[in-house]
């Protein structure tokens, strides 16, 4: 009996049992206590009250003066009082005399206050059925700074998750909570998910609903609610500001933000070379989350609705006009368009990392979507020097005063190179050499060829205009050389005809296509018996022209009552033909 406490009973039964002549092991057992305890009895060490709670302190309270007076009546009045805020009042009320009081002071508030306190919230386990409910928030990974390209990276992460079996998705997120945002990750959710379930729960996000004088009425946005209708979801949320209620998904935070920081952390950079292989890095792991609930997922993938033909739109549409300067403002940022769209009227579709222009249905332009970074700032430029180098080729002194002088230089490379040019040119002629160096890096695509040449040019003194063009002078494209064939003989054709033993009886000789004409013993002459004159030949010719010509007379569609009578011109006309 090791727990068990012994006093007096278990003490004299057991000896009472020695005293009638049993063993150690049946007096133990009869008295309900171990072997060794009455080995420790018969020689005196046994210990009775070993394990008792002490009746009474054995170091007078410290607190005795100020507990039941001050203390206990402060926490009467309001529970929420904690004991550094105690300590901190008796400090400032008695200065000096009670020192070394606080851990003291800890554990009497915590003891009262699960005597005497008001009873916590309790959380209650809940049930998830299988493709009942979904879960949809916003993260932000803390802790770590993620750059890429060496730029710091603002980011936020999408967080999907199934209630019951807990499979999920992650995206990363340019921008805020948005509803593009929320709208692209949903439905990247479900395609990957393979179903859509019935309910979708969220905390009180701004793109879905309108928190407005702390009513949680059916005031969904809009898009929220066709987007909603168009996946027959039944839209849920959680109480404002009650994160526990949407635990489902903010527990699961913290495990997907810890692999990605482990994974960062073994990789040993924080920094990628684009958006694409960070994005990888965070698939891999929510890959080995699924994992783990592969079996319930497959459970519940049955239970899932399926997934329309069709996406719901996720982008938001807006329609500018190319100014003269082929530039165009969305959200008060300024972006360079290729300048053969001047004038004309686009139509945009924003999304949460990018901005694509069509022109009468057709995409034109894709341009990586820009936001204001800054207090106090409101506006921002998003230039591209592919956009407009064309134009500037042929008047490069405006890139002496133009106002995107320095973001027409793509990278920091170029601005150095920018100021080393002007260190060893004039204005002018330093303009002509960068306006050209960028031509070649957009039409050749050889952006990083042409600043490392023009950094060895620069660093030897050597660098020209000619010498640049020369450089990267496009291949010329090589002549097609001068082909001489030999026509083969026509005779060969004669092998490909069956042989004949009987020779072949000549063709005959082709007639000529005009026969002249005689005159039958038995027909009357043509036209007028008279004796002929010169009016009488043209007649004569006119008809016999007619005759050769058409090959025979032809039938008279019209009657000779209506025929008008003709003057000979025509038919002189027909003569001289002739």
Not at 89 to 97: A, I, R, S, T, V
């Amino acid at each position: 009996m090791p727990n068990k406490r012994i006093d007096s009973y278990h003490t004299r039964v057991y000896m009472n049992g020695r005293d009638l002549g049993l063993k150690q092991a049946e007096a133990a057992y009869i008295a309900e206590i171990s072997t060794r305890t009455g080995q420790r009895i018969e020689a005196g060490t046994h210990q009775p009250n070993r394990g008792r709670l002490q009746d009474q302190r054995t170091v007078p309270d410290p607190l005795a003066d100020v507990w039941e007076d001050e203390l206990e009546p402060m926490l009467r009045r309001d529970p929420r009082l904690k004991p550094m805020t105690l300590y901190e009042y008796l400090q400032d009320k008695y200065p000096g005399q009670y020192p070394q009081v606080l851990r003291t002071l800890q554990r009497r508030v915590r003891t009262w206050k699960a005597l005497h306190g008001p009873s916590p919230e309790v959380m209650f386990e809940l049930r998830h059925e299988p493709g009942v409910q979904g879960f949809s928030d916003f993260t932000e990974l803390k802790g770590i700074t993620i750059t890429i390209a060496g730029k710091p990276f603002e980011h936020l992460i999408y967080h999907y998750r199934l209630g019951y079996s807990g499979w999920r998705y992650a995206q990363i997120i340019q921008g805020g909570e948005s509803f593009v945002a929320l709208s692209e990750g949903l439905q990247n959710a479900f395609a990957a998910c393979g179903g859509v379930p019935t309910q979708h729960r969220t905390d009180s996000l701004s793109a879905a609903y309108r928190n407005m004088c702390g009513r949680r009425s059916k005031n969904l946005t809009r898009l929220y609610d066709e987007l909603c209708d168009h996946y027959r979801l039944e839209p849920t949320r959680n109480n404002k500001g009650v994160a526990h209620e949407n635990g489902s998904i903010e527990s699961p935070h913290g495990h997907l933000k810890n692999r990605i920081k482990q994974a960062i952390y073994l990789r040993g950079s924080a920094d990628f070379t684009s958006v694409g292989e960070y994005q990888a890095l965070i698939d891999a792991q929510v890959a080995k989350l699924n994992q783990q609930c592969q079996a319930k997922y497959e459970q519940e993938k049955e239970h899932l609705q399926p997934l329309p033909k069709y996406r719901t739109p996720d982008y938001e549409v807006l329609t500018a006009k190319v100014s003269k300067r082929s530039t165009i403002d969305v959200r008060c940022i300024l972006y360079t368009v290729p300048s053969r769209l001047i004038g004309r009227q686009l139509e945009l579709h924003l999304y949460h990392d990018r901005i694509v222009g069509y022109l009468e249905r057709h995409p034109v332009v894709e341009l990586p979507r820009k936001r204001v970074s800054g207090k106090g700032k409101r506006r921002d430029r998003c230039i591209n020097y592919r956009h407009v180098i064309g134009s500037m080729r042929l008047k490069p002194r405006a890139f002496i005063y133009c106002t995107w002088q320095s973001d027409l230089l793509p990278n920091p490379e170029y601005r150095q190179i920018w100021e080393q040019l002007k260190a060893q040119f004039d204005l002018e002629q330093a303009a002509k050499i960068i306006v050209e160096a960028l031509y070649i890096a957009a039409v050749q695509d050889k952006e990083q060829a042409v600043a490392v040449y023009l950094q060895q040019q620069l660093r030897s003194s050597s660098l020209t205009l000619n010498r640049l063009k020369k450089q990267f002078e496009p291949p010329q494209m090589k002549q097609v050389p001068d082909l001489s064939i030999e026509q083969h003989s026509l005779e060969l054709y004669d092998k490909l005809l069956p042989s004949c033993s009987v020779p072949a009886e000549p063709l005959p000789a082709p007639e000529p296509l005009f026969k002249k004409a005689q005159a039958l013993p038995h027909v009357d002459p043509l036209g007028i018996y008279r004796i002929p004159s010169h009016a009488g030949k043209l007649v004569l010719c006119g008809i016999l022209t007619s005759l050769v010509r058409n090959g025979g007379p032809k039938k008279r569609t019209s009657s000779p009552k209506t025929c008008s009578h003709r003057s000979q011109a025509p038919k002189r006309k027909k003569f001289y033909q002739l």
